[in-house]
């Protein structure tokens, strides 16, 4: 009897310590001083204790950028130097948000400028990732280490690159940093990075370095060929007067420049390549020419103007578009990054939709090209899966929708603050039904939530930003997979993020993928989370075949990309 009360006592105990770090953590995002000095103050212990197990509420106080509750909490005796659970101080948690007057605070209270976290990544990497020049020069002037290389090869000039601001970058050069020679991995120059982001200013500082725009990666991709993701052709215009070859065929697919454009359904620059001497039928690895991925991807502009071209006329038939199963069980389509669709029998499931914002758009976008239009859902039972609010899984444009489709419902991992109709806002380890669509959720160890939706004896998982962010797996990142595994069961369909975002260890990331991939006993994997790098979707497949994966992939290489998925056997369009 008396172990039963002392585990009641004990479990009482950690409820209340759990709640007691539930309401810091809202008081301390909603920069309630008050509410942080009367909770500090009737528990002390809550200084050093961790908020999700991640955070210290200075670390987080930090991060989220509240200099009153920074300062309080350093008056009332929080360790400056404070680790999350990646090692990170609260100067790196606040130089990675771009918070200049905490940063100044953090230094002045005895921060150290070149303190390494987990990843050795310090402040200075932090605030070249920012962006803001404050910082970067402040940590500087106070001997912040301008050469620091962190554990996946990476100095603060490279996160410059990342962060879009030129400034950075040209300030470092006045530093003496080397801007020649930088790489961002996986053989990615810089000018990879700024044409992948669009930024035409860090391009033209870049080239005037003498960085290459034919150097290939480590895939045989050269920028110019990554200019064609964005449809920038301003940027084309910038490399092909600086020796860009228009018809260079990477190595992995053997497309051209004109085949990408007729993927995209830019005829804009379709017709610039074809004006500088692309070929219009040149053929690649798999035999198609440029019209054959117009038609296939409905791009009927480009089609009209490459046969009036003399183009090489193409059998058409069988590229079975829109929304019909074609005799499978479901129908996957990729739209862009982390947006994906999932047709079954009776629904038309749709995850973290978004579009481009750099992409120009094809003349008449459609589902077979990676756009959703009214046209296409408007006799669906549809229901639109949010996971978060980061603006590359969240286009709130997905709520006009609801205007013209008879059926529409939305799930979201947040408050979108939207009064749409049929709109329902889930938190982590929750369940909801939608008209016979079973779906849980699980928080995500970045924000928001990641789903697991059965339809129509289908079932599929959408990570969100869900990942694991250490080596050692010693986050809740399995810990939410298990949960899911014991509640859901198998995935007949699962897509993970392979790149980006806040995951900066890969090594941990693709650990924690293969770990759920394990887990799931997926009957196909989809890679995603690349933006318009789709080629590193495939480069993560290979690594994981060769590391003895046990899964069927597809990885799609352009938005509009559509599977046929059967239990049994699978195929693409």
Known sequence: ML?????ALVAVFALSLNAGLTDIKTAVTNGDLTLV???????????????????????????????????????????VGA????GSTPLQNAAAKGHFDIVKLLVEKGSNVNYKDDNDVTPLHFGCMSGNLDIVKYLVERSADVNAVSK??????????????????????????????????????????????????????????????????????????WAIGGGNTEILRLFIENGANVNFQDRLSGKTTLHFASVRGNAELADFLIKKGADVNIKDDNGRTPLFYASYYDNESIEKMLLNKNAERIDASG??????????????FYFFHSGMGVKTKDHLLI????????????????????????????????????????????FPAVFDWAKDCKSISFVTGFDPKSDVKNLNIITGRNKLIIGGVDITTIPSTDTGVAFFVKADGISVYHSGDHA???????????????????????????????????????????????????????????????????INLKLFRDEALKDGVKTDFFCPESKGDRFIFNKKSIGMN
Not at 170 to 176: H, I, P, R
Not at 319 to 332: P, Y
Not at 484 to 504: E, Q, W, Y
């Open 351 to 394: 995850f973290d939709y978004f579009e481009d914002p750099r992409a120009v758009k094809p003349s008449n976008p459609n589902i077979n090209n990676g756009y959703v239009t009214p046209a296409d859902i408007k006799d669906q039972n549809v229901i639109v899966f949010i996971s978060h609010e980061h603006a590359d899984h969240f």
């Open 37 to 79: 000095r009367s909770m500090i103050e009737g528990d002390r212990s809550l200084l050093e204790s961790k908020i999700d197990t991640y955070f210290t509420p200075l670390n987080f106080a930090s991060a989220e950028g509240k200099f009153e509750i920074v300062k309080y909490l350093l008056e009332k005796g929080a360790d």
């Open 468 to 534: 694991n962010m250490t080596q050692d797996m010693s986050g809740p990142f399995d810990e939410e997979i298990d949960y899911l595994v014991s509640t859901c069961g198998k995935a007949d369909i699962a897509f993970f993020p392979v790149s980006g975002c806040n995951f900066r260890d890969p090594i941990a990331l693709k650990a924690g993928v293969k770990y759920a991939i394990d887990k799931f006993n997926p009957g196909i994997t989809v890679p995603m989370h690349a933006w318009s790098a789709e």
């Open 3 to 7: 172990k039963k009360i002392v585990a």
């Open 152 to 225: 996946i090869g990476r100095k603060p000039a490279i996160e410059g690159v990342f962060s879009g601001n030129v400034e950075v970058l040209k300030y470092l050069e006045s530093k003496g940093v080397n801007m020649k020679g930088l790489e961002a991995g996986a053989g990615n120059t810089p000018l990879h990075i700024a044409t992948g982001r669009g930024n035409i200013e860090m391009l033209k500082y870049f080239i005037s370095k003498g960085y290459d725009v034919n150097k290939k990666n480590d895939a045989s991709q050269t920028p110019f060929t």
């Open 319 to 332: 590229l079975n578009k829109g929304l019909d199963l074609a005799g499978g069980d479901a129908k996957i």
């Open 83 to 86: 680790k999350d659970k990646e």
